[in-house]
């Protein structure tokens, strides 16, 4: 492991790469953005690591129990690997709010095993999310946030940016413009 932490690219799962649907409790909910495949791709294509950071706290809340999350994510590699994609680790934090623990976002938890355990650096990493806490959580780690405006994204921009104490480095229509501000500033 002496090889140097590579610089990757975070990304939320539900209103990033699927539709937000609020809690995920079936697998007949799950949507995959039409253009989530491509954009992936590209990033694959640039050697850049992908890896998904989630919040599921409907495992903890019982709404929906641990396997789902797992069949789901099994659902959504499919999906993208039809579209010529893949990405290189999912982490979701299962528990609750008021569990306290370290790896529900905007805790630092989950980026930092990520980070640990596939050898990446979070300086000049980027983090994609239409959740501004997300990126908020990236700018403390070093790293680089883009809001995009799928799910709660456009919201979020339009009735909360003025409370934000940095902006969102860029801000992106969807996950596929996200991909191509990404791949240019890391080639
Ligand atoms: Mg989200
Ligand atoms: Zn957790």
């Given at each position: 492991m002496s090889d140097a932490p590579r610089r990757a690219v975070f990304l939320d799962r539900d209103g990033t790469i699927c539709e937000e649907m609020g809690y995920m409790n079936h697998i007949s909910r799950l949507r995959v953005f039409p253009f989530a495949a491509a954009a992936i791709r590209r990033m694959n294509e640039a050697g850049l690591p992908v890896v998904v950071l989630t919040n599921q706290s409907g495992v903890g809340r019982k709404y929906f129990p641990e396997s789902l999350v797992e069949v789901v994510h099994e659902k959504m590699a499919a999906e993208l690997a039809s579209g010529g994609a893949h990405v290189d680790a999912i982490y979701y934090c299962p528990h609750k709010g008021i569990d306290n623990c370290e790896c529900r976002k905007p805790r630092p938890g989950m980026l930092e095993r990520a980070a640990r355990e596939h050898n990446?650096?979070?300086?000049?990493s980027f983090f994609v999310s239409d959740r501004y806490e997300d990126l908020s959580m990236m700018y403390t780690a070093g790293g680089r946030g883009i809001l995009v405006l799928t799910g709660y994204g456009r919201g979020e921009y339009e009735w909360c940016r003025g409370e934000w104490p940095r902006q969102p480095d860029y801000v992106a229509e969807d996950l596929s413009v996200a991909a191509e501000i990404i791949t240019k500033e890391m080639a």
């Open positions: 990446l650096a979070l300086e000049g």
